[in-house]
């Protein structure tokens, strides 16, 4: 990446000599003073003369002190003080600049304010994170000390600026033209400074005959880049970055373009953006020149190509050629259109310059007439409305939109005041929602409004206004969303949409998926297509693995494209055969799944023919793989790393022992050298090459094996604290913006701080403050703020808890185990960002008091995982590991079930699983029956739909979306039914809210949310074939936000809530039908997020919160389906079998043995004939058994082959004929 320590301005001595003390008292203006004695010019630091300092009148409402600097100088810091021997002083302060005096800019810190003094005679100073350059600056007092007044004397510290500046009015452009045809660079270094009012325009451009260009434009008040090396214009080399917004505010904005080959920096004020640029090329060649402030059009002068720029540039520089300069000294490499050039500091003109904006917060009364516009006007651009009611009609037109009228009976005729941004209470007819903007350029009938003289009380009224400042803000920017969270504000805040992200929250912080397949496991799932974020909230995203999961391992399974054998001919050495390996998971992804698994391995299965590995002279290999690196590989399995042999020399059975592979013999014959890669570091393959089978009768075959991995380091890795001045400390935390942290503990201690890091006045702290209360804090310089979340059982009962709290820009939370979310806000604009810088302390503090004592494990800060184990062995009062049955990898209890200590042993606690028995793995079933149903109703803490705590309920309501936003569900259940429609489960809400799970009437699987009253519900079909087949199936669906994720075993779905609507004819009819006609059947393992609610409704017949319907019978219909579906699965296998060896042994027989029995038995007959010929009786006795030996074998074997071939088609048959229900699988 690019540095950008080159256009860094840096405060330093040569830039900070005192401004102000030179100053006449010209210079100094005010709102208002108290007296002469309290004037503006009384407000140098450290004077004394007069009352000591500035003050204003007590009745003014908007109180400033305004310096002019007589020239623009480059401002680094302030300083404020109080009045002399006094009471009066500005504790906060905002700090506004302009060029002209008129037009200001709010200067803006991490807050948008400054702090100010504790005391009237203590200097304060601020420096300026970014130095501003500037003629005028005022001061607005936010807040005072209240047992007195505002007093204030202040000084400026910064240097004098001197600049090139050019003005450019919308029809002039200035064109540098090179010394050769083309310039050719592979380092570009552009540099300005610009302001403007207009959001279009035309800063920079060049382009080349091959096809490369440059342009560097305003595009709707943001800067646009527009970059492409080497590639066709239509191709992918283009790219189009966007930086900066609200840049048309007739303020100055700095921009920097740094380029080397392909690596983009562009940065507007503080705002950046790195990219790379696609294509091939390197270089950027431009022809003959390059133009500033529009695109000419060749051949024409005075016509350009687009719209121009219309505003002042500074400091134009393009690779170290000061363009300005070089204008301005008439150099021949410097041609001008329509330009006027001026050697003196420019500004706009002032009828430009001098017009005054208002900044409204109030509402605009206006007509009933409607305006439909091509573009949305809450973009933060100005825009101009005209209305006008002459001639019986009334016209509104926006901007060059075509007018939209209405006709009257009668001419309108205007009496009375105009309100402008809002009316009295008393005289609003038409009370309609506020309107937070600024206006500017006001007339009424022709006559333009003075805002001066409505500001100085001469025109008017006015009440809550800001003038000569338009204070819109930018809120996404910069995108505080995270994780590619679209941004969306309003006037004071901002909120994050993170549909399809995978991540949820305030700020799409929190990714919604596992980070391992052993976690998916510990929450009952079953094997299957998962996806998995391996870092959590960190900057990698999820992606999709399969997780085998088996009673000895779970493995994670990640495929690439190239699982079968590849057959390998006519490579050599200088030309091998090369294959690049494309996982389904990115480079980064790989390397954290295979740091955080325990083991994982490769199979590499390599067949040859006088094809070798190695080459039998000097041992260089023929053939080798790249590793994770990209670093050249040549073991072949079963040997650690760097040793140049194959598995079958460690095993000591290759073919030929004179050779370390059987390849290596270099035979005529197959031969394999195969191997399993486990060396994780290398892990896993990247690339194959193979350069051994030019040869005459050489050839190769391989095969690379998927990567399998085992293992989460991650959820047992724990450390045990057992003395009260014990911890452990890691660096501290750089996560200025949000912060989340995660860990399970166990302790018998009351009390204790499991986690802190301090700053200079910043820090963050979770603790057990008592035996049931975990607290969470922490300041960002808005003061303390502090989450607790209260629990009705201890927290010290020597059992696994999990806390998770976090911290954002828009809010904090905590959660302990399955209790309530916890909510705070954060201040909309108060301090963001959390600066740390001691050490991070876990299980401890730095003073070493209030120590934690137990055990704490897994330890996940922003995705990354604490190595507590290691740590843990260095330091004193801390072992690796805690002692207990259940601290171990060792799966003792399953299905969400929660291992519980005990003196001699442990115990499931099944409480919150769908499943029982000792280790909650046996099935809990119901078999319904027609009109008969079961209803849980739950109770808090429990939270349906949303999770929120009883805090959160009086929300106003502007806050639903956003908590909209984080409500989440999990569910999970099986069922059998051969009967639809059915409603499988349902949840509803007081509020009208609703979750259905039906199967529609053909037997298809349809998803109801209805989550907002005034909307139609949101369905989805995630299976089209019908369920309703007897078979047993298991649905697992979860929503996080407005994402929804469904699972019908084994193949998972992602689905969108705002795109997979159903087509029009789908009605609440198919749930009114289904809820009609109930179910029928089995259900079992029914778990709606952290409650099991079928079980605990047979475990609490008798409770208020469970209503039996009907008769509903506990079973083991599920674990029983589940059976008879895999025996039947065999028993299809079986079938097939033995009707295809029939078939065969029939065919066998046909062709072979019946010939010789029918020769046989014709010559035996035949013989008998000739004894007894001439008997009559003989005679017909010989053509009946004749006929009838020949008829019954003929018959015998024809009906037996006929039979298995029809048992052979049912069998194919039925391995898609779905059976018919549960008892008819028990009974075939």
């Known amino acids: 990446m690019i540095s950008h320590a080159l256009f860094c301005v840096l405060v330093t001595d040569s830039c900070s000599s005192p401004l102000i003390s030179s100053l006449p008292q010209s210079s100094f203006q005010s709102s208002s003073q108290s007296s002469y004695s309290y004037g503006a010019q009384q407000a140098k630091i450290n004077r004394r003369d007069g009352a000591g300092g500035w003050s204003p009148m007590v009745t003014d409402r908007e109180p400033w002190l305004q310096l002019d600097l007589r020239e623009r100088m480059e401002v680094t810091a302030v300083s404020t003080q109080g009045r002399a021997n006094s009471q009066d002083w500005v504790s906060r302060y905002m700090l506004l ?219 134009l520089y393009y690779n170290g050629i000061n363009i300005i300069d070089l204008a301005k000294r008439r150099k021949p490499q410097i041609y001008s259109v329509n330009f006027m050039f001026t050697y003196s500091q420019l500004s706009l003109s002032n009828s430009e310059e001098s017009v005054q904006v208002l900044y409204l917060l109030f509402v605009l009364l206006c007509l009933s007439l409607s305006l439909v516009t091509g573009h949305k006007v809450n973009d933060g651009l100005w825009h101009s409305v005209s209305l006008d009611s002459r001639n019986l009609q009334i016209s509104l037109s926006l901007d060059s939109e075509p007018p939209s009228t209405i006709d009257q009976w009668e001419q309108l005729h205007t009496r009375g005041s105009f309100y402008l941004g809002g009316c009295p209470v008393s005289g609003c007819r038409n009370p309609t929602i506020s309107f937070q903007g600024c206006m500017r350029l006001i007339s ?66 929190n990714s919604i998926y596992e980070p391992s397949c052993e976690a998916y496991k510990l929450m009952g799932s079953s094997s299957g297509f998962y996806s998995i974020d391996p870092d959590g909230s960190g900057p990698l995203g999820p992606t999709q693995v399969y997780c085998n999961m088996t009673d000895e391992r779970v493995w994670t399974v990640i495929t690439h494209n190239t699982t079968e054998p590849v057959r390998v001919q006519g490579s050599s050495v200088l030309q091998p055969h090369i294959m690049d390996l494309n996982y389904s998971a990115s480079s980064d992804q790989l390397r954290a799944i295979v740091a955080g698994s325990e083991h994982c391995q490769q199979e590499v299965v390599y067949s040859c023919r006088k ?28 040997f650690l790393p760097g040793v140049q042999q194959c598995s079958c020399s460690l095993e000591e059975n290759c073919v030929d022992m004179n050779y370390f592979c059987n390849c290596d013999a270099d035979t005529d014959t197959w031969s394999s050298d195969s191997g399993v890669l486990s060396y994780k570091d290398h892990l896993p393959v990247s690339r194959l090459v193979v350069g051994d089978t030019d040869r005459s009768g050489s050839e190769a075959v391989y095969r690379i094996g998927p990567l399998r991995c085992y293992g989460d380091k991650s959820l047992w890795n724990s450390a045990s604290f057992y003395q009260d001045s014990s911890y452990l400390h890691f660096p501290p935390l750089h996560s200025e913006l949000s912060t989340d942290v995660s860990f399970f503990f166990k302790t018998s201690s009351s009390s204790g701080v499991f986690l802190e890091n301090l700053g200079l006045s910043h820090f963050i702290r979770i603790e057990l403050s008592s035996p049931s209360v975990i607290t969470f804090s922490f300041d960002v310089g808005n003061g303390p703020m502090v989450l607790t979340v209260k629990s009705h059982l201890p927290l010290n009962d020597r059992q696994w808890h999990h806390v998770r709290a976090e911290r954002s820009v828009k809010e904090a939370l905590l959660q302990v185990d399955q209790l309530p979310l916890r909510f705070l806000q954060a201040p909309s604009d108060g301090h963001t960002r959390l600066r740390l810088t001691s050490q991070l302390f876990v299980g401890g503090t730095s003073s070493r008091q209030r120590g934690f004592l137990g055990c704490i494990r897994t330890l996940v800060i922003n995705g990354v995982t604490f190595d507590l184990e290691e740590r843990a062995k260095l330091a004193p009062g801390v072992s690796p590991g805690c002692p207990g049955y259940c601290s171990g990898s060792s799966s003792l209890c399953h299905n969400r079930g929660r291992c519980i200590e005990k003196s001699s042993g442990f115990a499931c606690d099944c409480s919150q699983s769908a499943y029982g028995g000792p280790s909650c793995k046996e099935e809990v079933s119901v078999s319904f029956e027609r009109e008969s149903s079961v209803t849980f109703t739950f109770q808090e803490p429990f939270s349906v739909m949303q999770n929120r705590s009883s805090q959160a309920s009086v929300w106003r309501e502007r806050e639903r979306e956003r908590e909209g936003s984080r409500a989440r569900e999990d569910m999970a259940f099986s069922f059998v039914t051969s009967h639809s429609p059915a409603m499988l489960l349902s949840v509803s809400t007081f509020s009208q809210q609703y979750i259905a799970v039906i199967l529609a009437r053909n037997g298809s699987l349809q998803i109801w949310y209805q989550l907002q009253s005034d909307r139609a519900p949101d369905v989805f079909s995630p299976v089209v074939h019908s369920l309703s087949d007897g078979r047993l199936h298991r649905i697992r669906l979860h929503r996080e936000g407005r994402d929804l994720y469904v699972q019908v075993r084994p193949t998972p779905i992602l689905l969108s809530v705002l795109s997979a609507l159903l087509t029009e004819t789908t009605s609440k009819l198919e749930v009114v039908q289904a809820g009609a006609r109930g179910f029928v059947g089995c259900l079992s393992s029914v778990q709606f997020n952290h409650v099991a609610p079928l079980k605990a409704a047979l475990l609490n017949r008798g409770s208020s919160l469970v209503t039996i319907r009907g008769p509903v019978v506990q079973s083991n219909c599920g674990a029983l389906a589940d059976t008879l579906s895999s025996h039947n699965l065999l028993g299809k296998t079986l079938t097939f079998l033995l009707c295809f060896f029939t078939v065969f042994i029939y065919l066998f027989i046909y062709l072979s043995i019946y010939p010789f029995i029918y020769l046989s038995i014709y010559v035996f007959i035949y013989l008998c004939i000739y004894l007894f010929i001439y008997l009559f009786i003989y005679l017909c006795i010989h053509y009946v058994i004749y006929l009838f030996i020949h008829l019954s074998i003929y018959l015998f074997i024809h009906l037996f082959i006929y039979l298995s071939i029809y048992l052979f088609i049912l069998s194919i048959a039925g391995w898609h004929t779905p059976s018919t229900g549960v008892s008819n699988q028990a009974s075939s």
Not at 227 to 246: E, I, K
Not at 272 to 298: A, C, K, N
């Open 97 to 315: 600049y302009s060029d002209t005096g008129q037009a200001w800019k709010q200067y803006r810190q991490e807050d948008g304010t400054f702090e100010g003094n504790t005391n009237a005679e203590g200097v304060v100073q601020n420096r300026l994170s970014q130095p501003v350059r500037t003629r005028f600056l005022r001061l607005v007092p936010v807040d005072w000390n209240r047992s007195g007044w505002i007093g204030l004397r202040l000084e400026v510290y910064g240097c004098s600026y001197k600049s090139d500046v050019a003005d450019f009015d919308g029809r002039s452009a200035l064109l540098y033209r090179f010394n050769q045809k083309s310039m050719s660079t592979v380092k570009d270094v552009i540099s300005l400074r610009f302001k403007s009012r207009q959001a279009e325009g035309v800063l920079l451009h060049g382009e080349g005959q091959r096809g490369d260009y440059i342009t560097l434009e305003l595009h709707r008040g943001k800067l646009a880049l527009y970059l492409n090396l080497g590639q066709l214009r239509l191709s992918s080399g283009r790219v189009a970055v966007t930086v900066g917004s609200l840049l048309d505010d007739q303020h100055w904005h700095t921009v920097v373009m740094e380029r080397f080959n392909r690596q983009v920096n562009l940065t507007v004020d503080a705002h950046s953006q790195h990219f790379t640029t696609r294509g091939q090329g390197d270089s950027l060649e431009v022809d003959y020149e390059l133009s500033f402030g529009g695109i000419p059009l060749p051949g024409k002068p005075g016509t350009f190509l687009r719209k121009n720029f219309h505003g002042c540039i500074e400091n």
């Open 444 to 509: 009424i009938n022709g006559q333009p409004i003075s805002l001066q003289h409505v500001q100085q009380g001469l025109l008017g009224n006015y009440n809550e206004l800001l003038f000569d400042t338009c204070s819109i803000r930018d809120r996404c920017l910069p995108n505080l969303c995270e994780h590619g969270g679209r941004c969306v504000q309003t006037w004071s805040s901002f909120s994050c949409d993170c549909s399809g992200t995978g991540y949820s929250g305030a700020t799409c912080h």
């Open 611 to 638: 094809s070798r590995l190695f080459n039998t002279k000097d041992g260089r290999p023929l053939s080798y793989w790249l590793d994770q690196s990209g670093e050249r590989r040549s073991y072949w399995g079963g």
